[in-house]
């Protein structure tokens, strides 16, 4: 998938997913410093060896963790166990990183080349201002996440249009994460990304009404 990915009429968005780029590229090679925080994290493992993570745990003391919808850094990584349903070959099944990878001006924005969880997708460009995710497409920006991040905030990307659902705490393998929202494309089928503060994507889901299409699980990711 490309961190935009067409999966069947819905176009995907935002962090470990990547889109074809164009326009001229200047390098930057800044990157967003600070603490590292990882997933799953011994410090939340319970007695019944279950990994518990939450949106404190991500926090730096002196309270500067990024905490946007989906923190895209340079050198921030997600790790998704891939489930493929019918035929998706942009998405074959597997363990798979998303990486944000390098930092450049395109488009007269600042943004940072993510690497797709999905093997056969190329990386595209992220730009990110606050909670607003754009994805640049064929040398032009396109909304994938819109502000503000509330219930039934709902935006297009000139294609479909997707609505915030609040998720509340969300478990996955990397470990239970709250203060978590479902961007749910407004189609008949099944097709939503769930986003946690401070950790960005932990689930993609799309199934079409053939019955094709692929689950991503959070597994494992480092965020600063």
């Known amino acids: 998938m490309k961190r935009i990915a067409v999966i069947g009429s819905m176009v995907m968005m935002v962090a470990a997913c990547g889109s074809s780029t164009s326009g001229g590229l200047v390098d930057d090679s800044s990157d967003g410093g600070g603490a590292t925080t990882t997933w799953p994290s011994d410090a939340g493992v319970p007695d019944d060896g279950a990994s518990t993570s939450t949106l404190a745990d991500a926090r730096a003391v002196d309270g500067s963790a ?62 990110v201002e606050g909670d607003v995710v754009q994805v640049q497409v064929d040398g032009t920006w396109v909304l994938a996440l819109d502000a503000p991040v ?71 990711a480092s965020v600063q």
């Not at 089928?189 to 019955?211: L, M, N, Q």
């Open 66 to 127: 990024d905490d946007r919808i989906d923190p895209i850094v340079v050198g921030n990584s997600w790790t998704y166990q891939v489930t493929t349903f019918g035929t998706y070959p942009l998405c074959p099944a597997g363990q798979y990183t998303g990486l944000a990878e390098s930092a450049a001006t395109v488009g007269g924005k600042s943004a940072v080349l993510v690497k797709s969880l999905c093997a056969n997708e190329a990386a595209s460009y992220y730009t």
């Open 150 to 220: 509330a219930e039934g905030h709902t935006w297009s990307n000139g294609t479909s249009t997707f609505t915030w659902r609040d998720a509340g705490a969300v478990t996955v393998a990397a470990g239970t994460f709250d203060d978590c929202w479902s961007a749910t494309q407004n189609v008949a089928y099944e097709a939503y990304t769930i986003f946690c503060r401070g950790v960005g994507p932990v689930r993609w889901h799309s199934k079409d009404g053939a019955g094709d299409g692929f689950d991503a699980e959070l597994a494992s």
